[in-house]
């Protein structure tokens, strides 16, 4: 419904706690904002692994009688939003196998971007695959792997996949995490008592009390058992690329990523903001909630108070049933309302985290209008979003990006503010600290830091949107 990059997916699981099951349910709550189409947990009790998982939000899948289907001290869970591969079942995680190995789960955030290729190897040695998701491919290099042992097999397996990938896996008596040498997701380690925690934000540990050690490092295959915590690092060395956007928009504002909290980071993002793109205004209005840090920034830098000006439905569920008489805007003013009290006869800096085909900041301004604003100024706390991402996020098509295609007249006109402001690239990697190389900013920038092996950039494209027609790039 809102005009955004979509989140992509979020990865909890913890080893040595006789609730390990329960503690993930509570752990996938708090990523919930990461993936809302499906949800899963996989359990061992030492002897068998088990797995429960389906389409729809975590508090609606699980209750106490699945939950307790899934006995035992190791357990793994995932929410996702589909990014490579359909939305179905059979593509939600984690994934279950059982082969040479032994049972393993597997979840997995982010994107691979060799999938293509290593599954079209595969398929021709034999593997038969269940689902379209990247992701399988994984398991599948792993179920092949002659080598002698499991964490072995697990290297080697993983050694083979190129992209994005945050990792926890389960055996039937470890727990496995593993984050890509570019370390575009995040993955934090933790621990709870006398058990461990490995989980895409931190906000999953605040939930059930558990305490932040490290984040599992770029690069890194850390291994869980009885045994103590193993360390590899069976990767070469690799520029990082922590995805910018999670700061931006992804993580929620109470985590910790890449080493610093998201809500000082976004809140700098407003004040670099205000800054940057100055404007004479009454009243700084957010778009709630993604905007609010920002504009809680840009107020305090501007010296301009900041009022919430529009008031966000929370309680919108994925569906709702429409009237038979059209209401203009529909969509959007079932989840916003104005509150003309803020609004009216001000002159109104409109504050939001990112502006991507521009059709709802268009609806958006229109409603503040309404609501009798003199003068509506939209300010973005990130740069133009010029290209689409490859690693693990949904974007629309290039074409569909209006900073791709519009001068910033025109997306002024198109949306109609009475002017626009986004932040500058060097303002963005100001804010979040002196290691800029350390960032990804292909999405602002069209410059990926990890190339596609063939012609994956179609090939993904294709598999995020799955329209043939329209791939472009
Ligand atoms: S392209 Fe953008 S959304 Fe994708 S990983 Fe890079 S910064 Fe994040």
């Given at each position: 419904m809102f005009d955004k990059f979509k989140d992509e997916c979020g990865v909890f699981g913890i080893f040595g706690h006789p609730e390990a099951a329960n503690m993930t349910y509570l752990g996938l709550y708090a990523l919930q904002h990461r993936g809302q189409e499906s949800a899963g947990i996989s359990a061992s009790d030492g002897q068998q692994v088990r797995i429960s998982r389906e389409m729809g939000y975590v508090a609606d899948i699980f209750d106490g009688g699945t939950l307790a289907k899934l006995p035992g001290p190791l357990a793994i869970g995932h929410v996702r939003y589909s990014t490579a591969g359909e939305s179905k079942l059979l593509n939600a995680q984690p994934i279950l196998i059982d082969c040479a190995h032994g049972q393993i789960a597997l979840c997995h955030n982010g994107n691979i971007v060799n999938a293509r290729e290593l599954r079209d190897e595969l398929v021709q040695q034999g593997s038969i695959f269940q689902s379209n998701s990247d992701t399988e491919v994984i398991l599948h290099l792993y179920a092949r792997?002659?080598?002698?042992?499991i964490d072995d097999a697990i290297v080697e397996s993983v050694a083979q996949v190129q992209g994005a990938f945050s990792l926890v896996m389960l055996t039937r008596d470890r727990l496995i995490a593993v984050r890509d040498p570019h370390g575009f997701r995040p993955l934090a380690l933790g621990r709870l008592n006398d058990a461990w925690v490995v989980c895409s934000e931190t906000c999953a540990m605040d939930l059930i009390g558990a305490t932040y050690e490290r984040d599992v490092e770029p690069g890194e295959v850390l291994i869980i058992s009885a045994n103590g915590v193993r360390s590899i690092k069976p990767f070469p060395p690799a520029q990082l690329a922590h995805c910018i956007f999670e700061h931006v928009y992804f993580a929620r504002p109470d985590s910790y990523v890449f080493g610093r909290s998201v809500n000082e980071v976004r809140t700098e993002l407003g004040r670099v903001l205000a800054r940057e793109k100055p404007v004479d205004a009454d009243v700084v209005v957010p778009v709630p909630d993604s905007g609010v840090c920002a504009a809680m920034g840009f107020a305090e830098q501007a010296g301009v108070p900041l009022r919430m000006g529009q008031i966000r439905?929370?309680?919108?569920?994925r569906t709702f049933i429409q009237p038979q008489a059209s209401i203009r805007h529909f969509g959007v003013k079932v989840k916003l309302n104005p509150v003309r009290s803020v609004l009216n006869g001000k002159r109104v800096i409109l504050v939001d985290d990112s502006l991507v085909r521009g059709t709802t900041s268009q609806k958006i301004v229109r409603m503040v209008r309404a609501a009798g604003a003199k003068e509506v100024h939209v300010r973005i706390s990130c740069p133009p979003t010029i290209s689409p991402c490859f690693y693990g996020v949904d974007t629309p098509r290039k074409s569909d990006l209006i900073a791709a295609t519009h001068t910033l007249d025109e997306i002024q006109k198109y949306i109609g503010a009475d002017s626009v402001g986004y932040l500058s690239l060097e303002g963005l990697m100001s804010a979040v600290g002196t290691r800029r190389t350390s960032y990804c900013s292909s999405c602002y920038t069209g410059q990926y830091p990890v190339a596609f092996p063939r012609n994956e950039a179609a090939y993904l494209q294709l598999a995020l949107k799955l329209d043939t027609d329209a791939v472009k790039t």
């Open positions: 792997s002659k080598a002698r042992s439905n929370h309680y919108v569920g």
